[in-house]
């Protein structure tokens, strides 16, 4: 069984994987030793509403992803919600908020800045989409403690017969009684690009506003094949309508492709590994120092490519991965001029 304490301690020798199965998870749990904190990420895609006000967090008791959260969840877990923890502009569904601002949600869901954060979701993508997001916001924000997410999410816990609550108790409320004292140490462009660091001409001349061929990115396009070749379209319809459906030099990392279709956990290294050789690079030569830019439509699968990169390969390549938050769909509504390959 779960133990449902507040927040759980971990040996200082024991370091979580990035990856964590069920059973890993309960084991880190019962260990009593370094805060384990659990982020439940349900999360229903809507429009904000009325009521939302840039950098206030009351969340709505009726919201459908609360209630996705109340309908189950492993005890002990709190509500991460993605809508509450970013910010609508006029080109992203989910900008980042300045670090004070972050600290101030992450501080009322009652973390503290050692705590080693696990995030887990449920829906397609074997929960991960959600998750991932999640994760690489503390990462943007540069959390001291560990990071991990529950591969496989919600479902894969439930398929080994972990118990689920839907009951709260005072450590699973929207916002803890105690405040946490969880602070940023960046901002997050540490992790993430801009749509002007993209399209801005490099120092050096060898790349201009078109993106193409630059010594600078090597960009990595996280959308299913279909969107990424032109067959399906998933761009804004009420936007201009680009000429071709990806950026010129991007290479296709499907995030279909991330999920192993009998587990619904993340694919191995060794998977992950053929799925990019295949997609014609080497992200492992260290010869080459391009920054990682992983982008979808809206940075969610973005997150998710950059999160499985980050737990195969981090200690590789951690340094270089970046996601862009506003992707293709803000792409679209600044320059659509620039999604001219098919």
């Known amino acids: 069984m779960v133990e449902s304490h507040q927040s759980h301690k971990m040996p200082l020798g024991l370091r979580l994987s990035k990856l964590l199965t069920p059973a890993a998870l309960v084991e880190a749990i019962n260990k009593a030793s370094v805060n384990v904190r659990l982020l439940d990420c349900a999360f229903v895609p809507k429009a904000r509403p009325p009521s939302y006000k840039f950098g206030h967090f009351e969340a709505d008791p009726n919201d459908e992803s609360r209630q996705a959260f109340l309908s189950a969840h492993v005890s002990g877990a709190v509500h991460f919600n993605l809508a509450l923890a970013t910010h609508a502009t006029d080109y992203e569904k989910f900008a980042h908020y300045p670090a004070e601002i972050f600290e101030e949600y ?24 959600f998750a991932s997001r999640a994760y690489w916001l503390f990462k943007s924000y540069g959390h001291a403690g560990g990071l991990s997410v529950l591969d496989g999410g919600l479902a894969a816990w439930e398929e080994q017969q972990m118990p689920v609550v839907s009951t709260v108790n005072a450590h699973e409320a929207v916002f803890v009684a105690k405040k946490g004292n969880w602070r940023a140490k960046t901002e997050p462009s540490a992790k993430t690009v801009s749509f002007e660091q993209l399209t801005a001409a490099a120092d050096d001349g060898t790349c201009t506003r078109s993106v193409d061929n630059c010594a600078k990115w090597l960009l990595l396009d996280a959308r299913p094949r279909p969107q990424f070749e032109g067959l399906q379209n998933a761009f804004d319809p009420s936007k201009q309508m680009p000429t071709g459906s990806h950026l010129p030099g991007a290479v296709n990392v499907p995030s279909t492709e991330l999920i192993d279709a009998e587990s619904g956990q993340f694919v191995s290294a060794e998977q992950l590994q053929d799925l990019v050789v295949k997609s014609g690079i080497n992200l ?21 490519l950059a999160t499985v990169l980050d737990a195969h390969f981090g200690p590789q390549i951690g340094h270089k991965l970046r996601v862009y938050t506003g992707s293709m769909l803000e792409v679209q509504a600044r320059a659509p001029e620039l999604i001219s390959e098919k």
């Open 284 to 304: 492992l030569d260290e010869k080459d120092d391009k920054i990682l830019v992983s982008l979808c439509n809206s940075g969610i699968q973005a997150s998710m």
């Open 106 to 129: 992450a501080q009322l869901l009652g973390l503290n800045s050692d705590d080693h954060l696990v995030f887990y979701g449920r829906g397609p993508f074997g929960g991960m989409l």
